[in-house]
Nanobody, 126 residues
């Protein structure tokens, strides 16, 4: 069992930055590929970024490429999402997700996730 707790969300003006953190419980954090998803009101949940267990493989949605950076610290059991140049359309609830994957594998599908965090609200004012 893995518990994920997100933090770092909030209200920010367009063009600003936020860093989301997701702390995982348990001793097997490095066994999991980690992902960030988001869901805006009235829209489906979508993948934002993903990272494999070692950090050697990352993925970004086109909408955030060049603005967001995913990283992880296995010693701390934490995954991060640095969000720069935020836009109004980035407003959503952001969810941290864990999927047990090895090697360079990452998880981009909601259906493939093993554990979810509770979500943290990010609101970007225009």
């Amino acid at each position: 069992q893995v518990q994920l707790v997100e933090s770092g969300g909030g209200l920010v003006q367009a063009g600003g930055s936020l860093r989301l953190s997701c702390a995982a419980s348990g001793r097997t954090f490095s066994s999991y590929a980690m992902s960030w998803f988001r869901q805006a009101p009235g829209k489906e949940r979508e993948i934002v970024a993903a990272i494999n267990w070692s950090g050697s493989n990352t993925y970004y949605a086109d909408s955030v490429k060049g603005r967001f950076t995913i990283s992880r610290d296995n010693a701390k059991g934490t995954v991060y999402l640095q969000m720069n140049s935020l836009k109004f359309e980035d407003t959503a609830v952001y969810y941290c997700a864990a999927a047990r994957r090895s090697g360079t594998m990452i998880e981009l599908r909601s259906e493939g996730v093993d554990y979810w965090g509770q979500g943290t609200q990010v609101t970007v004012s225009s």
